[in-house]
């Protein structure tokens, strides 16, 4: 069963739940805990027949087929007992299940759905299942969620190109400060766990230690800590926390790598309740020692408590920004300055729009290393490339792909950066020239951009108004002719009635 088939008939399951009025958060939470208990018997039974020892049981009296052969309101308790038993374990298991609630309240839909699930091999896919479950089923909600969806996931392709450029050994601690499903430290643990001759060490290192995750929203910390579990990954040391603000409080030790992509939108806000009993938003700012800046400003914010989160002297990190972070001024002119002295600011990569689900974002891959504290600056030069200006994208008919993200891939010399080469979407800019610019504006482009050119060669307004007005005239003729099909329509079937 491919990708696509599974996000079908998870979706369908949302039938066995929709006269009990469930909402959709509440359906995909009740399929997180189920599918990962189903899933995670899956991988003990593959375990024990290759005679390997996995991450951390289930205890049997819990496991999943102690549900499967309940009914009625056995099966109910024993599922609220488990959900409660399970949240009060350490490690990933209690991230996956703290605070768990049974929201199904018809013990024969609950049976009716764990039948479903139990039909189903989910192991058997190489994909990360859950983050396709759940895009598939937010792409299908997208007019209640799509606005925030772009904040958990990032596609597939560009985690995979950014890892590879950013090649993290077997060796490292890789963080995530908004992990989201996890897509980023998935992928960081397949590349390091793919090197040849891995001692046990190393081993046991990338399992318990190298990854380390939050997310300020606990049901999608779930599935991170979910995914993790489910790839072998993890012990009591591994830090995948759920509901904490990554701003709040400077970082806890130094990382040696950061990927990332912060959640979209720039205020960060507080809901605060008023005399008059009414709630309101209010501009958020960290008062942070270790903040070049205070600024209310949500993505800032995560760039500086980025740099914070690397070793110094060796950290490095690759962050998905929007574009306001590179031409804005006030606070954000004194982080990008700051930023340039401070770390080696090397490669920016320019995103097209398209590839996320909040539509019309205009979003940059920042690439940089921090580095001792010195007089000088350390960013000599930033390589841009430019995989935006006249290249088109869009979640259905023409998604991002790995092939869209080769040349940038190849250009970027992991291996030794020294050996770059300007080419036509890839260009250099010295540090003077970057800091002579007003407000030391990163967002710097060069090819001419077809979509400009051709506006230009658009009829006169005059031309344009008529032909709107036409349009428009056409629509209001068509339904017109819809609404008198309908009223027909509506008399015959009373005079049926």
Known sequence: MNAQSLVQKVWNFATVLRDDGVSYGDYVEQLTYLLFLKMAQEREELDEALGWKGVERIPKSLAWPSLVRLDADDLEDHYRHVLQELGRKSGLLGTIFRKAQNKLQDPAKLKRLVMLIDAESWSSLDADVKGEIYEGLLERNARDVKSGAGQYFTPRPLIKAI?????????????????????????AYDHMAAHKHLTPDQTRHLKEKALKGTDITTEVARLCAMNLHLHGIGGDDSLIEGGKDSLASPPEAPVDMVLTNPPFGKK??????????????????????????????????????????????????????????????????????????????????RLPTGIFYAQGVKANVLFFDRKPGAAKPWTERLWIYDLRTNLHFTLKENPLGDEHLRDFVACYQAKDRRKRKETERFHVFEREALLARDKANLDLFWIKDEDLEASENLPAPDVLAREIVEDLEAALEAFATVEADLGSQGRNDEVDL
Request: some cysteine.
């Open 163 to 187: 890892v590879e450029v950013m090649d993290p050994s077997p060796d490292l601690v890789v963080a995530d400060p908004a992990c989201g499903t996890g897509g980023f430290l998935i992928a």
């Open 268 to 349: 960060s806000s507080i809901t605060v309740v008023g005399e008059d009993g009414k709630a309101q938003k209010e501009s958020l700012s960290y008062e942070r020692a270790d903040f070049w800046t205070t600024t209310s400003n949500k993505q800032l914010n995560f760039l500086q408590h980025v740099k914070s989160m690397l070793k110094p002297g060796g950290g490095r990190a690759a962050v998905v920004v929007p574009d306001n972070v590179l031409f804005e001024g006030g606070a954000g002119e004194s982080i990008r300055r700051k930023l340039l002295h401070e770390c080696d600011v090397h490669t920016l990569l």
